[in-house]
């Protein structure tokens, strides 16, 4: 019998036959890599407030029509689970802190999709979004970043809480097509005394919800579900890193799902159990620099447009797939090698945005 160790090898070898992006993309990631470990880890006090623009802002473009779902037959799907739902229900995202003092995050075993989001100091931040369940407690809620704009706008025009941005980027997200529930303008949020500031930040989801008018309902953003696909490879567990933070996703055929340990830790939920999702897409992407300075410089902006290679772990397997999203408007397509769409398990989702340089990409398959 094989052991993790021949699975890890086997993968290995798999994503080896798929070439990486650039030399040039490498470079640039490493300079971005130098720039954040020299930014500061924490940032302390209330939650950043927004100034007035001395230059005007354009608009977006007007809000872009939906993606057509697939026609199926039988129960209405949730677009972002694939489970059954008595109807489409609106979409709320919420950005989560993820530094250790944030930890354990309440909420997030309720949420549809969970994104894992670079930030300034070689960190992640988690995006939540909801649709299907929404809990009654989410956080703590953090500051948002350009890169939250570019997965929020494949939504329709989502409900999205946030504490505060750098002043250059707040006028982009007031103007963004989103429900606004900033934190200094609407109802529903408190701190929590037992935690300190700026990580104690928490938001009644029933109040959110009542200043959420006109937020768009769940639809399609190119996920598919259905049948274990052929091929694959078996392997117990698959690990991402980034400069000041690591991920490891481990199989339990128990619970069928992946359970997510952060820093060498399991990542566990103040509701109860440990974090992780029935299907976690690693998608390997260009990871540059924010136009909008924070803190004394600029954050990684994570690219979620454009296309590249992904590994998709479900149901104690591993795929390498292409992704390939041309535009903000639209979702993400995940495509196996015989030209297939992948499928996912039913179920929470996790999106990893994971640098794509060739060592972060080789060494994730190690268990």
Do not use: C
């Not at 070439?19 to 939650?47: D, K, Q, R």
């Not at 707040?170 to 429900?179: C, D, G, L, Q």
């Amino acid at each position: 019998m094989s052991g993790p160790g021949d699975a890890a090898r086997r993968l290995r070898q798999l994503v080896s036959r798929h070439p990486v992006l650039t030399t040039a993309a490498g470079a640039g990631l490493a300079a971005v890599t130098a720039l954040s470990l020299t930014l500061t880890l924490m940032s302390g006090g209330s939650p950043d407030r927004p100034v007035a623009a001395d230059t005007p802002v354009p608009r977006p473009s007007a809000t872009p029509h939906p993606t057509p779902s697939p026609t199926h037959t039988g129960p209405l799907l949730d677009p972002f689970t694939g489970e059954p739902v008595k109807s489409l229900g609106p979409v709320l995202a919420v950005k989560i802190d993820n530094i250790v003092y944030a930890r354990p995050q309440t909420g997030l075993q309720s949420a549809d999709i969970v994104y894992v989001i670079p930030v300034e100091g070689g960190l992640t931040r988690f995006m939540a979004v909801y649709s299907s369940h929404i809990p009654p407690v989410v956080g703590p809620v953090r500051s948002a970043r350009q890169s939250d704009l570019d997965l929020l706008a494949q939504f329709g025009r989502p409900a999205f809480a946030w504490s505060g941005a750098t002043p250059h980027l707040v006028p982009f997200i007031e103007r963004a097509p989103i429900v606004d529930l900033y934190a200094l303008q609407v109802g529903g949020y408190y701190r929590d005394p037992d935690r300190v500031a700026p990580y104690n930040l928490y938001a009644n989801t029933k109040q959110l919800m009542a200043e959420a008018k006109g937020a768009s309902k769940a639809r399609d953003i190119g996920f598919r579900f259905g049948t274990l696909p052929v091929g694959g490879t078996a392997i117990a567990s698959y690990s991402v890193k980034y400069p000041a933070a690591s991920y490891t996703f481990r199989w339990s055929a128990k619970d069928k799902r992946w359970l997510a340990s952060i820093d060498g830790a399991p990542a566990m939920a103040t509701e109860g159990g440990q974090l992780g999702g029935s299907t976690v897409v690693i998608q390997y992407t260009q990871i540059t620099t924010s136009r909008f300075e924070e803190y004394g410089g600029r954050p990684p902006y994570a690219k979620s447009t454009g296309s590249g290679r992904a590994v998709i772990l479900r149901d104690g397997k591993a795929y390498v797939v292409h992704w390939s999203r041309p535009s903000l408007e639209g979702g993400t397509t995940y495509t196996l090698a015989n030209g297939q769409r992948m499928l996912f398990a039913p179920g929470q989702v996790w999106v990893v945005l994971a640098p794509d340089n060739h060592a972060s990409y080789v060494d994730a398959g190690k268990v």
